[in-house]
């Protein structure tokens, strides 16, 4: 499982080093693309298959699937680590997420998400307040946290 936060820069050839405790999870070869809020979300291919196997269950005939699909797919790309441990973050991904130098790393669960740190900031300090009412809007069980 991923977790934690990490800063790191990227480079003027849009390669980011990844955090090393994150390398083995996501294996040699690991799926990059689109995240919901202008992020970069990375899988690896265990999660990413589940991921599309949801999505190829969705209905075509809805407007809304097909465009999510679409967004979703179009923007991912196929990576993997070089000697050092980064990552080349096409440019298209570098833009959708408006990178550029430094960025987050943070762990969610089955993925890593790849934010400008002006983007991370930003969603950071507009949600830190709101924390318990997400929790008591999301969760109807007590879960001990």
Known sequence: MFMGEYHH?????NRLIIPAKFRDELGDEFIITRGIE???YAYSKESWQKIVSQL????????DARNFVRFFLS????????????????????TYAN????????GVGNR????????????????KDQLSDIAENLFTENLNL
């Open 99 to 106: 990178i550029l130098k430094e960025c987050v790393i943070i």
């Open 9 to 13: 820069n990227i480079d003027n050839k």
């Open 75 to 94: 923007g991912a790309t196929m990576a993997e680590f070089d000697k050092q441990g980064r990552i080349n973050i096409t440019s298209p991904l570098i």
């Open 56 to 63: 190829e269950m969705l209905p075509f005939t809805k407007k």
């Open 38 to 40: 202008n992020c970069v």
């Open 112 to 127: 890593l998400e790849i934010w400008s740190n002006e983007k991370w900031n930003e969603f950071f300090n507009n949600n």
